[in-house]
């Protein structure tokens, strides 16, 4: 109906899921206090932004833990879709499989509705994912024991590795990668890994809409042409941070309100975004300063303190 939230179809499947995902790194920010967190997830479902992104090692657990506890009020886990992610060191599938199982207990659920790899950056994940013991075989025994609906991998780095993961014949449900309007012009997601996904009807999941925000700082685009940008793609969602009402508001109308850009939209977009798409403003692709903790330790990267800008 008018002003509600979109849906999509969830690639290949005859599920839908909200065209907006509400991204869990922001809530467990020190910004965003518990209270918030809380209300932004229940203010989202009940708008109908159902889908729910999170991953295990989001600001040491407490991203998880917020959402789990805004999910078991008022039957808010029944209205959701639930996406969480394994930041298993060094991809061994039973460090997996004990991550799954703390997120499940944070999440206070007994199963997700999609469970992901988390930021699949390294040159050597792929090699170790698909190794004998590897996370690769945990994704499907999660799958078989009917711990997780979906699987799927997230990655922001460079599309040749997105497309390593895609080419080893593993039957992936969902993929994850920044789409925003830098990224069609440099290194490009959209140009090489979302028709690939469209061949083998794995849902695309897009996030970095903003570039992690320096999409404001390189081009003159609003937060409305940059989230419409992303939307108009064919993806199942767009995962978007929100750590403030403010934002949530903001990212709620937009949605509602979305209509997929015309040609004319799309070439003028592109236009002024063009002399900015050189990396700089992806710094996701060109440095290791946007690495979760884990997959830094395990490749002898000196660890963080904090971040919000992981897949």
């Given at each position: 109906?008018?002003?509600?939230?979109?849906?999509?179809?969830?690639?290949?499947?005859?599920?839908?899921?909200?065209?907006?995902?509400?991204?869990?790194?922001?809530?467990?920010?020190?910004?965003?206090?518990?209270?918030?967190?809380?209300?932004?997830?229940?203010?989202?479902?009940?708008?109908?932004?159902?889908?729910?992104?999170?991953?295990?090692?989001?600001?040491?657990?407490?991203?998880?833990?917020?959402?789990?506890?805004?999910?078991?009020?008022?039957?808010?886990?029944?209205?959701?879709?639930?996406?969480?992610?394994?930041?298993?060191?060094?991809?061994?599938?039973?460090?997996?499989?004990?991550?799954?199982?703390?997120?499940?207990?944070?999440?206070?659920?007994?199963?997700?509705?999609?469970?992901?790899?988390?930021?699949?950056?390294?040159?050597?994940?792929?090699?170790?994912?698909?190794?004998?013991?590897?996370?690769?075989?945990?994704?499907?025994?999660?799958?078989?024991?009917?711990?997780?609906?979906?699987?799927?991998?997230?990655?922001?780095?460079?599309?040749a590795i997105h497309k390593r993961m895609l080419s080893?014949?593993?039957?992936?449900?969902?993929?994850?990668?920044?789409?925003?309007?830098?990224?069609?012009?440099?290194?490009?997601?959209?140009?090489?890994?979302?028709?690939?996904?469209?061949?083998?009807?794995?849902?695309?999941?897009?996030?970095?809409?903003?570039?992690?925000?320096?999409?404001?700082?390189?081009?003159?685009?609003?937060?409305?042409?940059?989230?419409?940008?992303?939307?108009?793609?064919?993806?199942?969602?767009?995962?978007?941070?929100?750590?403030?009402?403010?934002?949530?508001?903001?990212?709620?109308?937009?949605?509602?309100?979305?209509?997929?850009?015309?040609?004319?939209?799309?070439?003028?977009?592109?236009?002024?975004?063009?002399?900015?798409?050189?990396?700089?403003?992806?710094?996701?692709?060109?440095?290791?300063?946007?690495?979760?903790?884990?997959?830094?330790?395990?490749?002898?990267?000196?660890?963080?303190?904090?971040?919000?800008?992981?897949?």
């Open positions: 109906m008018a002003g509600s939230i979109p849906t999509r179809q969830f690639g290949r499947y005859d599920e839908q899921v909200s065209l907006l995902c509400v991204g869990g790194a922001h809530l467990g920010v020190s910004r965003c206090d518990e209270a918030t967190a809380i209300r932004i997830v229940h203010e989202c479902v009940d708008a109908g932004a159902t889908f729910l992104d999170n991953a295990w090692e989001y600001n040491d657990g407490e991203s998880e833990r917020r959402m789990g506890k805004a999910l078991a009020m008022d039957g808010y886990r029944q209205k959701s879709f639930l996406m969480t992610k394994d930041c298993a060191h060094d991809r061994r599938a039973d460090h997996s499989m004990w991550k799954l199982e703390d997120s499940l207990r944070r999440l206070q659920t007994d199963y997700l509705d999609l469970w992901q790899l988390h930021e699949v950056v390294w040159e050597d994940d792929v090699d170790w994912i698909f190794a004998p013991g590897g996370s690769a075989e945990a994704l499907l025994k999660a799958k078989e024991k009917g711990l997780v609906r979906y699987i799927g991998f997230t990655g922001h780095k460079d599309p080893q014949g593993f039957p992936f449900d969902a993929v994850q990668m920044p789409l925003n309007a830098l990224d069609a012009h440099y290194k490009s997601f959209e140009q090489e890994i979302v028709p690939i996904c469209q061949e083998q009807g794995i849902a695309v999941i897009g996030m970095k809409s903003f570039a992690s925000g320096d999409i404001f700082e390189g081009t003159d685009l609003t937060p409305a042409e940059a989230l419409r940008y992303s939307m108009s793609l064919p993806v199942a969602t767009v995962v978007s941070g929100m750590d403030s009402i403010e934002v949530m508001h903001q990212n709620l109308d937009i949605a509602r309100n979305f209509e997929p850009l015309t040609g004319a939209e799309r070439t003028d977009i592109l236009a002024r975004s063009a002399a900015a798409a050189t990396g700089e403003h992806e710094r996701f692709k060109t440095t290791y300063d946007f690495e979760g903790n884990v997959g830094r330790a395990a490749h002898g990267y000196p660890v963080k303190l904090s971040t919000i800008a992981a897949d």
